[in-house]
């Protein structure tokens, strides 16, 4: 049911620094940025970089998002519900999302919806810039 890594997010204290590592070190595309945050490409991988006062430490918004199709998320979303999870986050962007931990502890999302859905979604909402062209 799980169709590949939708994107994955890490948490910064400072977004201007990780901006210049991951796009000048690492070599990816810079495709969104907001006050927040930045949404990178990197090789076809959707990378987010969100800001966050906890970042070195402590609970934070890194995790990992798997792709679900839109017909297959109710099915999943209850599975992974009756399976006992915690949930560490409502969804409080575009798309179906769930959010929990798996046994480990380690943040994982149930995603329906690609990086284009995203954008379109924002466009007009925040005040952002797209880097296309970098």
């Known amino acids: 049911m799980i169709s590949g890594i939708n994107h994955i997010t890490f948490a910064v204290s400072d977004l201007d620094r990780s901006l210049s590592f991951y796009r000048d070190v690492l070599g990816t595309r810079t495709v969104y940025v907001w006050d927040a945050g930045a949404y990178l490409d990197a090789g076809g991988l959707w990378l987010c970089l969100s800001v966050e006062a906890s970042a070195h430490g402590g609970s934070d918004y890194?995790?990992?998002?798997?792709?679900?199709?839109?017909a297959?998320?109710?099915?999943?979303?209850?599975?992974?519900?009756?399976?006992g999870v915690k949930l560490w986050k409502e969804n409080q962007s575009e798309g179906e999302s769930l959010y929990f931990c798996c046994p480990d502890g380690h943040r994982l999302e149930l995603h329906v919806g690609d990086i284009d859905s995203?954008?379109?979604?924002i466009r007009g909402r925040q005040q952002g810039r797209c880097d296309e062209a970098q």
């Open 62 to 70: 890194t995790h990992v998002a798997f792709n679900v199709e839109a």
């Open 118 to 121: 995203r954008l379109a979604a």
């Open 72 to 83: 297959h998320f109710p099915l999943i979303r209850d599975r992974v519900l009756s399976s």
